[in-house]
């Protein structure tokens, strides 16, 4: 089962470049997340959505946008990449019954 | 807004050792989960807490949750070195379908 898949696993931009990360699941959930995750400070979210075609903020939501045209898939766009959003991007799904988070592999971006 | 604390950030033991991980949330929540990470890779999802008092274990790990203190643990019990690893509670807060994770609690289990 391929569950939740990143593509590109590994990016580097250079400053003021746009960039698109694809998330897929194949477990057919409602929910899906994208989170940043830099050292010492844990996983923060930026975006998640709650079904096909929503989208809501999470914690640090600027200079990122989203969208969900499809349920299984949640795409996270810089649109002109800064050196601040060099990181490890996880996206995750939410399982149905107990509402775990199943996360993908992370992609690591460099912007230069 | 809601806030998640870990404690400790970094925790060096013997194996045989027992500890604690303290995550304290800041706002009311019913449910809490723990997630593991190895370095350079994805978190696992270890236990899943729905309910006040709900208590779950697995192996040398056990995690509690306790809702009117905003609090839960994860009690390592006679540390062996495959638990070295960064753990993370996460808490949704009531309400909403936000997951904000704490800042993680590097472990390491020193043979």
């Known amino acids: 089962n391929a569950g939740v898949t990143q593509t590109p696993k590994f990016r580097v931009l250079k400053t003021g470049q746009s960039m698109t990360l694809l998330c897929a699941q194949d477990?057919?959930?409602?929910?899906m997340y994208w989170y940043r995750q830099d050292p010492g400070m844990g996983l923060r979210l930026i975006h998640y959505?709650?079904?096909?075609?929503?989208?809501a903020k999470g914690e640090v939501p600027d200079g990122y946008n989203v969208s969900r045209l499809k349920k299984q898939n949640f795409l996270l766009g810089l649109e002109s990449a800064a050196p601040s959003q060099t990181s490890v991007y996880f996206c995750?799904?939410?399982?149905?019954?107990?509402?775990?988070?199943?996360f993908g592999e992370g992609s690591r971006l460099t912007v230069l | 807004e809601l806030k998640v604390e870990q404690n400790p950030l970094f925790l060096s033991m013997q194996e045989g050792k027992n500890y604690t991980i303290y995550c304290n949330y800041s706002t009311t929540s019913d449910r809490l989960y723990w997630y593991r990470q190895d370095p350079g890779k994805s978190l696992e999802s270890l236990f899943v807490l729905l309910s006040n008092g709900a208590v779950k274990q697995e192996g040398r790990l056990m995690a509690s949750l306790d809702t009117k203190a905003r609090l839960s643990t994860l009690h390592i019990t006679a540390a062996v070195h495959d638990l070295s690893a960064t753990y993370f509670c996460?808490?949704?807060?009531?309400?909403?379908?936000?997951?904000?994770f704490g800042t993680g609690t590097r472990l390491k289990v020193l043979a």
């Open positions: 959505s709650v079904g096909e075609g929503t989208t």
């Open positions: 477990m057919n959930h409602e929910y």
């Open positions: 996460a808490v949704v807060a009531s309400g909403t379908y936000k997951y904000i």
């Open positions: 995750a799904s939410r399982g149905q019954f107990l509402g775990e988070l199943f």
